[in-house]
Nanobody, 112 residues
Framework: QVELVESGGGLVQPGGSLRLSCTAS????????VIWYRQGPGKQREWVAA???????NYADSVKGRFTISRDNTESTVYLQMNNLKPEDTAVYYC??????WGQGTQVTVSS
């Protein structure tokens, strides 16, 4: 199985923006959806956004209207554009695409 690799996290002020990237290192995504998950401190892992091979998307209520998931099939990359970030968005963000293995995640911290 190929490891998924996330990048783009960092420290940002409330109201700011970040763009996360996900790639299947050395390979391409499967025909299964690519899903962004996150796990904040003391919280359960939750799904954030998902995208199908042909570009259909779904979002958790907590991020709808603020986050946008997209994919660039030429570059085999999935993005998560995060706008109007809130402190409660602080979490480690992971992408998942069966049957590839989980990556290390990327830390997003929203704080003033």
């Amino acid at each position: 199985q190929v490891e998924l690799v996330e990048s783009g996290g960092g420290l940002v002020q409330p109201g700011g923006s970040l763009r996360l990237s996900c790639t299947a290192s050395g390979s391409i995504f499967s025909t299964n959806p690519v899903i962004w998950y996150r796990q904040g401190p003391g919280k359960q892992r939750e799904w954030v956004a998902a995208i199908t091979p042909r570009g259909n998307t779904n979002y958790a209520d907590s991020v709808k209207g603020r986050f946008t998931i997209s994919r660039d099939n030429t570059e085999s990359t999935v993005y998560l554009q995060m706008n109007n970030l809130k402190p409660e968005d602080t979490a480690v963000y992971y992408c998942y695409n069966s049957p590839h293995s989980w990556g290390q995640g990327t830390q997003v911290t929203v704080s003033s």
